[in-house]
C-alpha cells in the first residue's frame, strides 16, 4: 500500500510525526508531502497568484511552500504521476475539527483535494479543550480506527473525517459513527489596532460556540468521549430544493 501523508499544521507538527508512525503499521511505502507552515483555517484554497515551492526534508518526505490543497495537488502531480497512492491521511490536527469547521479546515480540505483525485482520504483530528494529554486519544485509537476504514469502499468525492476525544486512551468509550454536527456562532471578536507606522489592521479573534449537541453528531460523540467517524461528500447540492426551484423557473420565457 502506497499512502501520501499532509496535514494543515506543517511540515514539523507533533501530529503529522505521529501520523508518519501510525501510517507505518500499514505499510513501509509513505509519502508526506505537507505545508511548510502552518495552514490552519486555510480552507479548500490553492496558491494562484504566486508560485509554490518544494522542499526535500528527507526521504520520501517533503514541504510546500502553501496550503494544504497545494500540497496534495503538487504531490499528485509530481511524484505520482503514473500510480496514484492507495490512500491519503490528513492530520493528526492539533484541535478538533468537526460541525461547520469541517468547511475552514485545512485538515479537513487535504483530504478533500485527495478526493477529487479519486483517492480515498481519511482526515484525522484530536481534540484537546485543555486536558493537557495532548495526543493521547489518538495514540491509543488511530490504529484499530484506520485497521476498520482502510478496506471501505467509500463513493467516489467522499471521504472520512476523524476526531479523537479530548481524553486518556484508557477514558475512551469507543468508536461512533456520526453525522456532521453545527454550531451556533454567538458572537465573534475583531482586535482592531494600528501597525509602528500608524496603519490600520485587524485581527480576528476566538468566537463564542455554542455546541449544539444534537443526537447523532460528531459533536456529541467526542463530547461524550467516543472517537467519531462521520463519512462526507463533496457534492454540496441541496437535492430537497431542486424540484421547487425548478418549477418557478418553468415557465420562464428566452431572452429576446
Not at 143 to 159: E, F, P, T
Not at 184 to 189: E, N, Q, T
Request: glycine letters at 8%; aromatic letters at 8%.
Amino acid at each position: 500500500m502506497r499512502i501520501l501523508l499532509t496535514n494543515d499544521d506543517g511540515i514539523h507538527a507533533p501530529g503529522l510525526a505521529l501520523l508518519e508512525e501510525i501510517a507505518r503499521e500499514f505499510s513501509d511505502d509513505v509519502w508526506t508531502c505537507a505545508p511548510a507552515e502552518e495552514q490552519s483555517g486555510a480552507g479548500h484554497s490553492l496558491t494562484l497568484h504566486s508560485p509554490v515551492r518544494l522542499r526535500k526534508h528527507g526521504d520520501q518526505r517533503y514541504a510546500v511552500t502553501g496550503t494544504p490543497s497545494d500540497a496534495v495537488n503538487l504531490a499528485m502531480r509530481k511524484f505520482f504521476t503514473e500510480t496514484k497512492p492507495d490512500l491519503v491521511l490528513s492530520g493528526i490536527n492539533h484541535g478538533e475539527n468537526l460541525a461547520d469547521d469541517i468547511t475552514y479546515s485545512g485538515t479537513a480540505s487535504a483530504a478533500m483535494e485527495a478526493a477529487l483525485a479519486g483517492v480515498p482520504a481519511i482526515a484525522m483530528s484530536q481534540a484537546l479543550r485543555e486536558s493537557g494529554l495532548g495526543f493521547d486519544a489518538a495514540k491509543g485509537w488511530a490504529v484499530r480506527v484506520l485497521q476498520k476504514l482502510i478496506d471501505v469502499r467509500m463513493a467516489r468525492r467522499s471521504l472520512v473525517n476523524v476526531n479523537f476525544p479530548a481524553c486518556a486512551t484508557a477514558d475512551v468509550r469507543g468508536i461512533r459513527v456520526t453525522r456532521q454536527g453545527f454550531h451556533d456562532y454567538a458572537r465573534g471578536s475583531l482586535v482592531e489596532s494600528s501597525d509602528p507606522r500608524g496603519r490600520p489592521y485587524y485581527w480576528f479573534g476566538l468566537y463564542d460556540v455554542e455546541h449544539t449537541l444534537d443526537h447523532g453528531t460528531d459533536l456529541e460523540a467526542v463530547n461524550e468521549g467516543y472517537v467519531s467517524v462521520t463519512p462526507l461528500q463533496l457534492d454540496l447540492t441541496l437535492h430537497s430544493a431542486i424540484g421547487d426551484l425548478a418549477e418557478r423557473f418553468s415557465a420562464e420565457e428566452p431572452a429576446s
